[in-house]
């Protein structure tokens, strides 16, 4: 059936006038469609936590009517909690495992393809604040929610600085003048100093890249500089920014349509944040919020219930009896501000072209007639092909997002069945410890439960109950229920299918969300981020200048986990290979290469300390290699070294090659003159000849030496004899 657009609350495909009402009944109809999704997150939640209603902090049954009697055990079983931990530690211990490369999509990207291999390392380890946490959190929801989402953003922050003004040290002071303004000393003095001349030194400040200044505080400054000879001006510095990756709450911090089956497809994504009034400012000067719009959410809608700080719909809170343990109350979000990105696919009606359009608005201001902008920002995403999320279902099981089976609603069943076996357990315990009595007569003691007393017949002497004991343990039927649960998630050390399981989750979280995470945080980076970096990353001794490279395409990226990678033995292994490929190709498999990996699988940190930068190492060699020249030119013999072949028989060449010009021109050597000098330093050269020699003949010939046998051109080094 056909559907008018505008009675249905749809969104509208072109870029048109922003209508507030029209906008926050997209929104309402978004959340409300996810009704189903936030109940099962809700009662996840409670699986996860053991909440349910009339749960007391004693762990007891307070009912009158409670089953099997009141003051029964209500105790916490932990089997979701304690699946999603395990979970959740696979995941980020695989995640700080692997191995990560790029890879170009065309042929002019090869080279730089090896760059972003390190920058994306570097992102992963320290480049990307509390990138480990966002990921552990990431797993969390991935496992209790059904959906993993993260936002990759970049954030610029400006701040505030004070640069002190001295008439005595008045350039030493300011550096950053110098670069500016070729005016000597006494020609600046001159114009702090002139009352007249205050656009000419804002304008010179402002010349600074990076430096802000406010008029009105400078012209104080100044006063207070002409009377005391010194002062401090306040400059705000704009950041270049940073990684902005955050994991946000599927529940409650990301609504999309309830039918999107992949984010890049949807029409639009809401981000719901919470910012305080310093966030709004901030956005205010860095990215051209709307200055009313700011000063206004500050004044009029700081503030939120408790119930809307963890969800758009609220949350469902139970009554606990006993000791009040503390909740979160409105207070607690006294300064917050909601506030809502919108990201929207629209169409320009004049050309055609589809963007990504950024609306920034608060759905408290659908109700408010102030007469002001109802948005702080709406602007096309210039450069922006995808939504800035990167959202991944656990399991690819549905047609929807949200429809994705979370490992609580698994686990439910055989939670409640382990509880009820440890209820019975501890009732049956209590009633062997303190078993119910008879009490005198005429005393009203009906009680029923272990240590109760109760009315018996008349003159009859207090007694214990002669209760039957007929409950026995049986630790087989847990384990059995606990055995079945684990094995259903991948979990049971006795079911020879869940190290497979455990490793298709943890690649699954690698592949399908930390890789796409990273690339998605490189993207953005290309888009808004500074024009170069500098860094270093554990396990390399040399730092890496990043330089943006506008020109460069979108590569590929791949992120893989070997759970066997840090097993010594297995590492043992691979290093054989690694040393017979050197063997079979030693051209191809370099040495420095080998060594780096060798290290940097055992202990990054060891690699960091270990290895030196490339330059170093090359000034090793060539110190060493003239200290043993030093050495036979006094008459004494040097052994040769064993590494760095190549390099140096050529320092040996090179300085041959310079005595014999020198020797040309008429200049007189020592190495020309002195036969036993010429005879060592042939003997040294000798020597590291045969030294790569060796190691020829033991990739060519074999450990023996002897060259392979052969019958014309048939290679028959090997072949036994059949008789």
Known sequence: ????????????????????????????????????????????????????????????????????????????????????????????????????RAYPRESTDVARAAEVSVMLKWMRDSGIKNFQR????????????????????????????????????????????????????QEFVELLSDEERIDELMAMFNEVEGWSVNEKRVKKALKQLRKDGSADIPIVIEDTGTFDVRTLAPDADVILPAYTMNVQDSPRVHMRMLLTGQDLVNYRETMDWDSEWVEHMIENHTGMSDSLFDSPQGTVS??????????????????????????????????????????????????????????????????????????????????TLYESTTWPEILKAPQKTQKTILDNYIDEAQWGASPMMYGGPGVDLSQVGPGGRMNG??????????????????????????????????????????????????DSFLRRHVQNVLAMSYETFKLEGPDDLYFRVTGKPEGTQFVKNTEETEMDLCISFNSTFDDPEQLERISNVVQTAKQLSPSRVGSDEVADWLLSATDPMIADIILKPEAEGSARITDETASDIQRMSAGFAAGARTDAIDARIAIVQNYIQEQ?????????????????????????????????????????????????????NVDVQGIQDAG
């Open 660 to 712: 014999q010009q020198f020797e040309q021109q008429g200049i007189p050597t020592l190495f020309g003159q002195s036969q036993q000098f010429q005879i060592l330093m042939d003997g040294y050269v000798k020597q590291l000849q045969q030294v790569k020699n060796q190691e020829v003949n033991r990739d060519e010939f074999g450990p023996l030496g002897a060259r392979a046998a052969q019958v014309g």
């Open 134 to 185: 966002d990921m552990e959190l990431a797993a969390s929801y991935w496992f209790e929610k059904g959906l993993a989402i993260t936002y990759c953003g970049w954030q610029k922050k400006n701040q505030s600085v004070t640069k002190t003004f001295d008439f005595d040290q008045m350039l030493q002071s300011i550096p950053e003048l110098e670069e500016v303004d070729a005016l000597q000393t």
């Open 318 to 399: 139970y009554d606990v009896n006993g000791r009040n343990t503390g909740s979160r109350t409105a207070a607690d979000a006294r300064d917050f501000i909601e506030v809502v990105f919108t990201y929207e696919r629209l169409i320009d009606e004049e050309d055609g072209a589809e963007g990504i359009y950024l609306t920034v608005w608060s759905p408290k201001m659908a109700s408010d007639d102030s007469g002001l902008p109802s948005h702080a920002y709406r602007k096309l995403q210039s450069g922006r092909r995808s939504y800035p999320f990167v959202v991944t279902p656990l399991t690819y099981e549905t047609k």
């Open 1 to 100: 059936m056909t559907q008018n657009q505008d009675s249905n609350g749809q969104q509208d495909i072109y870029i048109d006038d922003f209508d507030i009402n029209k906008f926050k009944d997209i929104y309402d109809k978004d959340v409300s469609d996810l009704e189903f999704y936030l109940e099962k997150c809700n009662q996840n939640r409670d699986i996860r936590k053991n909440k349910w209603a009339g749960k007391s902090d004693d762990l007891k049954k307070h009912d009158d009517d409670a089953f099997p009697y009141k003051y029964a055990s209500d105790t916490e079983v932990f089997t979701a909690d304690r699946a999603i931990q395990n979970g959740v530690a696979l995941c980020v211990n695989g995640m700080n495992r692997s191995q990560i």
């Open 457 to 506: 017949p008349a003159n009859r002497k207090p007694e214990f109950i002669n209760k039957p004991q007929d409950f026995q343990p049986n630790i087989s039927l847990e384990q059995i229920v606990d055995g079945q649960a684990m094995q259903h998630i991948g979990q049971s050390a006795e079911d020879p299918l869940s190290e497979i399981r455990q490793r298709h989750y943890v």
